[in-house]
């Protein structure tokens, strides 16, 4: 017999256990996966709110991201610092080591560099990463024993030495800028004879009173201590405290500034290297490493300038001999339509434009004024004198620096504010360029006025370029006329010209011309101003040179490259620190 198995019936519903079972499972799935995604969520608002508090961009550097911690550490290295340099001070002025008022001086200064030292460091955070940059460049590497070097270098309040001076300032004639060298000669012997006076025996005291020199005479010439390496008061002055073995007298020394100074030297304060300085550093936010990356970049600039100097100090390089015109130009504010330009020169009554409306209609003070602007016209008018020689003697000290020249005047800008008389003068009818008008009086003085033009800056350095590089031109005579700079008195000449000895800026132009040839027009910080190359050659600097490029060669190399965007990208992505 054969069975047949019957076939299993399928109802199509499941227990109500598993249905249940399952229903639970999903809801736990869903509801454990909510709190993933919440977690997930929390866990990326406080990594974005974390990764914004510390790692969000505060400037790039060609591409080099600063973050909000970088800058943070900045900010504490440039406080630290601030705050060393005010015990330091505190501690010399209590040992009497300067005086009260250099020391409160020096402490004002702190307290300034402090209300904006989050601006500073900022800055200063963007050379460090743009320095750090370029030295690789300029083939300049820095060991971890020169950074170690810098450190201790900073931990060091350098050796000092108290001293006092006795100066000698060569006579300056009357409406001169510099002493002839007759005077200069005088002072030097005046000083040597002080020397002598030392050497045979006087005592300091009646020595400094026999010099005239007053200041000295009420503090014997204190100047307290001077720390070695200081370019104050004079650079020479100070190398030649510092090469005294002990206490005594320096030799005549002749300063940069044409000062002739005799100093001694008394007492010695040794150098002090603080032994937890690093630590301190520590104490106060700044990490090791961010000390080092500064103290890195300290020893790179060094390196740097010796590299430049090398190149244009050491050795003969390419040079130029330049001039300038610099044309008056309202600061690059716009002209008014039919404003004028004029020159002056101002003799008021004892020599006081402030006072002189005080003064009688009667007083010989301003009978006095009357003959000197009247001599001065009549010196003018005969040609035997010019304007830029005679501007430094004007009582308007302003227009006396741009020899002679005052801004842009409109007749109907009430901002101007000027006296009726002097207005009626300048904006009268039928005035040519270049005539020059009798004598006038004003509120303060006697005005001496020579009318330029009516054509604005850029027409008139057209005019003047073009009257420049005519053949047999006389350029001396073209800037002694129309240019506001200092060196149109000998006559736009800036002598030689070094790669580095100017600004970048003004550099490009002169070593893009040729001998002979002249630069277009450029806004500089004195005017319009264009250029001329009259010879180039191959030389030495001369001592003049040498030390403007000491002072200000890297200076002029980093700046050039730091603001030319063709060489450097910043993007300062905080308005302010």
């Not at 406080?46 to 800058?71: F, M, Q």
């Not at 009260?100 to 460090?128: F, H, P, W």
């Not at 130029?320 to 716009?334: C, Q, Y």
């Not at 402030?354 to 007083?363: F, T, W």
Request: proline share 5%; net charge negative.
């Amino acid at each position: 017999m054969t069975f047949r198995a019957r076939p299993t019936t399928r109802t199509g519903r499941r227990s109500g256990y598993e249905s249940e079972s399952r229903r639970n499972l999903y809801f736990n799935i869903g509801f454990g996966a909510v709190v993933v995604l919440a977690i997930l969520l929390l866990v990326g608002a406080a990594a974005a709110s974390w990764y914004d508090e510390h790692l969000a961009p505060v400037a790039r550097v060609n591409g080099e991201t600063i973050t909000k911690d970088g800058l943070r550490a900045a900010i504490a290295l440039e406080t630290f610092r601030l705050d060393t340099l005010e015990s330091r001070t505190r501690e010399k002025a209590n040992a009497g080591r300067m005086s009260a008022a250099q020391g409160q001086q020096l402490l004002n200064y702190i307290a300034e560099q402090k209300q904006q030292v989050a601006n500073v460091a900022y800055e200063r955070e963007i050379d460090t990463t743009l320095l750090l940059q370029l030295a690789p460049k300029q083939g300049v590497e820095v060991s971890d024993a020169e950074v170690d070097a810098q450190i201790t270098e900073d931990a060091t309040t350098p050796e000092s030495r108290h001293t006092y001076q006795i100066q000698v300032v060569p006579d300056v004639s009357t409406g001169a800028t510099d002493p002839t060298a007759e005077q200069t000669e005088a002072a030097r012997k005046k000083a040597e004879g002080l020397r002598a006076d030392l050497e045979g025996g006087k005592s300091w005291e009646d020595v400094v009173a026999a010099s005239g020199d007053a200041d000295a005479a009420e503090t014997d010439g204190d100047l307290y201590f001077i720390d070695e390496g200081s370019t104050s008061p004079d650079e020479a002055f100070v190398e030649a405290i510092f090469a005294l073995a002990a206490p005594g007298y320096t030799d005549v020394v002749e300063g940069a500034d044409g000062v002739f100074r005799i100093g001694r030297m008394t007492e010695i304060a040794p150098a002090v290297v603080d032994p937890n300085y690093l630590q301190d550093a520590e104490d106060a936010g700044v990490d090791e490493a961010t000390y080092r990356r500064s103290a890195e970049t300290i020893v790179a600039v060094d390196k740097i300038e010796a590299g430049l100097l090398a190149e244009v100090v050491e050795k003969p390089s390419e040079q130029r001999r330049a001039g300038e015109i610099a044309l008056e130009n309202n600061g690059g504010d716009p002209i008014a339509p039919g404003a004028v330009l004029v020159k002056h020169l101002l003799y008021s009554p004892a020599d006081d434009p402030g006072g002189a409306a005080e003064l009688a209609a009667d007083d010989p003070a301003w009978k006095a004024a009357e003959e000197e602007a009247r001599k001065a016209y009549d010196d003018l008018k005969a040609g035997n004198q010019r304007f830029v020689d005679l501007a430094p003697g004007s009582d308007d000290a302003t227009s006396a620096a741009a020899n002679g020249f005052l801004p842009y005047f409109a007749k109907d800008d009430p901002t101007a504010q000027l006296d009726p008389a002097f207005a009626a003068a300048i904006f009268a009818e039928g005035l040519e360029p270049g005539q020059l008008l009798e004598p006038v009086k004003t509120a303060f003085g006697w005005h001496v006025i020579q009318f330029v033009t009516t054509d604005g800056p850029a027409v008139r350095s057209q005019d003047v370029l073009a009257e420049a590089s005519q053949p047999g031109a006389d350029f001396a005579a073209l800037a002694a006329e129309h240019s506001v700079a200092a060196s149109a008195i000998d006559g736009g000449d800036l002598g030689w010209i070094a790669r580095y000895q100017l600004p970048r800026e003004v550099e490009e132009p002169i070593f893009a011309t040729q001998a002979k040839g002249f630069t277009e027009a450029v806004a500089g910080s004195e005017g319009l101003v264009f250029y001329t190359v009259s010879e180039i050659a191959t030389r030495l600097p001369d001592p003049e040179q040498v030390t403007t490029l000491e002072a200000s060669a890297f200076s002029n190399w980093y700046q050039g490259i730091k603001n030319d965007p063709a060489q450097t990208t910043i993007e300062r992505l905080l308005s302010a620190a």
